[in-house]
Each structure stands twice: as C-alpha cells, then as structure tokens.
C-alpha cells in the first residue's frame, strides 16, 4: 500500500517538470518574439509558413516581401494614428474597408474623442503584433481579420 504513495509522487514531479519546461519555453520564445523587433518576428512568419506550405525559394523570397510591405504598413498606419490618440485621444471604433484584395487591404478608421467617464478601460494599445494573426474569407464571402494587441 505504501508504494501507490512513492509512485504517485515520482509521476507528480515529472508531471509538473513537464509542464515547468513547457511553459517556461512558450514564455522565453513569447518573450524572443515580442521584444526582438519586427524582424524576428518577420523570420518567424517566413518560416512558419514555409514549414506549413512547403515553398520554394522564390515563394519564400515573395513571402518575405509581402511581410516586410505588410509591416511597412502597419508601421506608418501606427505612426499616423498613435499622436491623435495620444493628444486628442480618439477612440477609432470602425472601419470601413476600401478595398480588400489579399494582400492589398485599404481602410478608413472611424472613430471619436474617448469618452473617460463611460468608458470600460483606460489602458492604451502599445503595439499590434503578428501573434496570432489570421485573415480568413468566411463561408458568406466576407472577410474576419483576428488581430492581437499588446495594451
């Protein structure tokens, strides 16, 4: 009977040494990602879907453009937003999509001055990031973007 005791105990510290090195990973590589700039995070695109798609030389080449241009973008939209929320702190709550031809996507943002008194949060956005990103054409035709954002 003293046995299920030492047994059950050895199992438990492996257990939990699993999961210590496998969150402990997700963190350092989270960590590398996020905190190493666009690049990193650029060769980690490229080479994920390089792994997924199994591209060629030239389709990786492309691949590269595309989330070079993609991050150029999403630079000089954050550039251009980020001082009107900073000074005269606009909420952009809509966006009304121009055109939307992958991978070309051109937007207006909407929005207004926040209002602090009925507002749920008060925590600015610090970056969007390429974690997670996904655009998917639904069963309708239509277009979701899930996007991540660091606050």
Do not use: C
Request: aromatic share 8%; charged share 25%.
């Amino acid at each position: 009977m003293k046995n299920w005791k030492a047994i059950a105990g050895v199992l438990l510290v492996f257990v939990l040494g699993i999961a210590a090195g496998a969150f402990g990973t997700i963190g350092v590589v989270r960590h590398r990602l996020m905190h190493r700039g666009p690049r990193v995070m650029a060769d980690f695109i490229v080479r994920r879907l390089n792994w997924q798609l199994r591209l060629d030389s030239a389709q990786r080449a492309q691949l590269r453009l595309i989330v070079d241009e993609g991050w150029e973008q999403i630079k000089a939209v954050h550039h251009q937003v980020q001082p009107e929320v900073e000074t005269d702190h606009i909420l952009y709550d809509e966006f009304k999509f121009d055109e939307l031809s992958p991978p070309r996507l051109s937007a207006t943002l909407l929005g207004a001055e926040i209002d602090f008194e009925h507002s749920q949060s008060n925590r600015e956005i610090k970056a969007v990031t390429y974690h997670q990103l996904r655009v998917e054409q639904l069963p309708d035709s239509s277009w979701r973007a899930t996007v991540i954002f660091d606050v």
